[in-house]
């Protein structure tokens, strides 16, 4: 089965930075868009960022600037570099990808099972 993996999540300084990783594994003929979403306690889920396989990104408004989704189709994975960390980034961040397992079937959305990441000094 596929599976996306995120990692790189932990407790971090306001204004201290971290680095997500995601990584596609298992039958995976290919992968189309690939993004992070957050969700903090009481909130909905949230798009962060999210890039095309040809390299076309899009933030949430509010975090570009802060926030750099890249990804490395060879390898198939999928990062979020995160600098200037704020306390209100403090959030569950999932990886998501739309990935065909055949060229015989149609793409699927999968999800990670997240990684937490707080920001408090």
């Known amino acids: 089965q596929v599976q996306l993996v995120e990692s790189g999540g932990g407790l971090v300084q306001p204004g201290g930075s971290l680095r997500l990783s995601c990584a596609a594994s298992?039958?995976?003929?290919?992968?189309?868009?690939m993004g992070w979403y957050r969700q903090a306690p009481g909130k909905e889920r949230e798009l962060v960022a999210r890039?095309?396989?040809?390299?076309?990104?899009n933030y949430a408004g509010s975090l570009k600037g802060r926030f750099t989704i890249s990804r490395d189709n060879a390898k198939n994975m999928v990062y979020q570099q995160m600098n200037n960390l704020k306390p209100e980034d403090t959030a569950r961040y999932y990886c998501?990808?739309?990935?065909?397992?055949?060229?015989?079937?149609?793409?699927?959305?999968?999800w990670g099972q997240g990684t937490q990441v707080t920001v408090s000094s």
């Open positions: 298992g039958s995976i003929f290919s992968i189309n868009d």
């Open positions: 890039i095309t396989s040809d390299l076309i990104t």
């Open positions: 998501n990808a739309d990935i065909r397992t055949s060229w015989m079937r149609p793409r699927d959305v999968y």
